[in-house]
């Protein structure tokens, strides 16, 4: 299925804010598609190469129990397009509470997205490696 950048920002949208299973979002991408994480925490990959190795990363980080620790409460995306039709940068807002914490929190991360044929060839996520870790309490 051919997606826009448009429509695969609103998947990741609605994955951050539980709508969505991490499952789905590795069908997003092509088979040889590479999730980066370009400042990982201590438990992120820099990258992770292949479709099914990104279902099996976000199956497992699922399993984490991410939710046991922060309540998400509003998710906001935006999605910009560029000269390249291939290229979208998108940016993700979620706020929410803390569990961790036992405070409310503004989470913002901005994504690169390089697709071909409607699929994601690379996903460049630029996040808050140190909010990140705060956050969970990891």
Avoid at 44 to 57: N, S, T, V
Wanted: charged share 30%.
């Amino acid at each position: 299925m051919t997606r826009t950048p448009e429509q695969i920002v609103d998947h990741v949208r609605r994955m951050v804010a539980g709508e969505e299973t991490h499952g789905q979002f590795a069908d997003l991408f092509a088979e040889d598609g590479v999730m980066a994480y370009r400042f990982p925490t201590h438990f992120q990959p820099a990258e992770i190469k292949g479709r099914e190795e990104i279902r099996a990363y976000f199956t497992q980080v699922r399993g984490a129990s991410v939710r046991d620790r922060i309540e998400i409460q509003t998710v906001e995306a935006q999605c910009w397009r560029t000269n390249d039709p291939d290229v979208a940068v998108a940016e993700i807002t979620h706020r929410g509470w803390s569990k961790v914490k036992q405070d409310y929190y503004t989470f913002t991360a901005v994504a690169i997205l390089h697709l071909r044929d409607g699929e994601i060839v690379r996903y460049d996520d630029y996040m808050n490696p140190l909010l990140l870790t705060e956050l969970l309490g990891v």
